[in-house]
T-cell receptor
């Protein structure tokens, strides 16, 4: 089954404790991206990757890092989480760029206290 | 980059057609319009896309104006399970026609289907 898998789905962590949200897709997609969703602000793009070793900033990259060492994985790294990064996070992928259908993961609820 | 304008909310009676408009007046000639929906806090789900011609699939129909500056998503017989936020999205395209990775979802339209 074609899917985008995120882990963890739910996490409560403390300020400053580094964490990684993993994302994996099994569709051999070149394009992957991360979004955060906050009440009243809709979905905002954090980072995206057009292919392996190619990443770029979206609209809200501050406080996040990403890497794309292999095509199927695109982890989101919070080096020093802060409470304003409490949000619902979505990973997404598509065949090649945003001109193709985008598939989303189920979301990761992250709370930073 | 093409951006879109959608009404923040709409409602519709169950069994009736839901017509969701989207303005994308800055869309380029080779940009598709994509529609997605998000039910509660689940991941957004693809519905339909189109370039110039009207499109129909098992979920919905998409009507695109001749000047391509706006489109309407039609759910012909809305059900309670169609209650969701609907996003109209054109992808980002460079002047040279290659797609960028930037994607702007906006806030979409909250469609509420009532019994």
């Amino acid at each position: 089954e074609a899917q985008v898998t995120q882990n963890p789905r739910y996490l409560i962590t403390v300020t400053g404790k580094k964490l990684t949200v993993t994302c994996s897709q099994n569709m051999n997609h070149e394009y992957m991206s991360w979004y955060r969703q906050d009440p009243g602000l809709g979905l905002r793009q954090i980072y995206y990757s057009m292919n392996v070793e190619v990443t770029d900033k979206g609209d809200v990259p501050e406080g996040y890092k990403v890497s794309r060492k292999e095509k199927r994985n695109f982890p989101l790294i919070l080096e020093s989480p802060s409470p304003n990064q409490t949000s619902l996070y979505f990973c997404a992928s598509s065949l090649s760029g945003t001109g193709n259908t985008i598939y989303f993961g189920e979301g990761s609820w992250l709370t930073v206290v | 980059d093409a951006k879109t304008t959608q009404p923040p909310s709409m409602d519709c009676a169950e069994g009736r057609a839901a017509n969701l408009p989207c303005n994308h007046s800055t869309i380029s000639g080779n940009e598709y319009v994509y529609w997605y929906r998000q039910i509660h806090s689940q991941g957004p789900q693809y519905i339909i896309h189109g370039l110039k011609n009207n499109e129909t699939n098992e979920m919905a129909s998409l009507i695109i104006t001749e000047d391509r500056k706006s489109s309407t998503l039609i759910l012909p017989h809305a059900t309670l399970r169609d209650t969701a936020v609907y996003y109209c999205i054109p992808p980002s395209v460079t002047d040279r026609g290659s797609t960028l990775g930037r994607l702007y979802f906006g806030r979409g339209t909250q469609l509420t289907v009532w019994p």
